[in-house]
């Protein structure tokens, strides 16, 4: 079993930063593959970026150039760096992880909202 904490979600204007946080705990050792997702209500979740353990990076077209993901796998955690947030970008986001065996793992979520 992997938990998943996310932290950093909070209000901010459009053109800002935030620096989002996923701690993972339990059978860490298993982890290959930790990323984000967003989802607004009435939507489907959606994929923003991932990163694996061997440092290879998926980020999604629509953040492409604005979010940089980034993990240490030592200290089983992985970062999502949002600048130049726009009003779009707000969602609740979800840190995930694969271990290997390709059982998946969710945290509860953190608030994002960017105001106009």
């Known amino acids: 079993q992997v938990q998943l904490v996310e932290s950093g979600g909070g209000l901010v204007q459009a053109g800002g930063s935030l620096r989002l946080s996923c701690a993972a705990s339990g059978r860490t050792f298993t982890i290959y593959v930790m990323g984000w997702y967003r989802q607004v209500p009435g939507k489907e979740r959606e994929f923003v970026a991932t990163?694996?353990?061997?440092?290879?990076?998926i980020i999604a077209d629509s953040v492409k150039g604005r979010f940089t993901i980034s993990g240490d796998f030592k200290k089983d955690s992985v970062y999502l760096q949002m600048d130049s947030l726009k009003p779009e970008d707000t969602a609740v986001y979800f840190c995930?992880?694969?271990?290997?065996?390709?059982?998946?793992?969710w945290g509860q979520g953190t608030q994002v909202t960017v105001s106009s």
């Open positions: 990163i694996s353990k061997d440092g290879r990076e």
């Open positions: 995930n992880s694969v271990v290997y065996g390709a059982d998946s793992y």
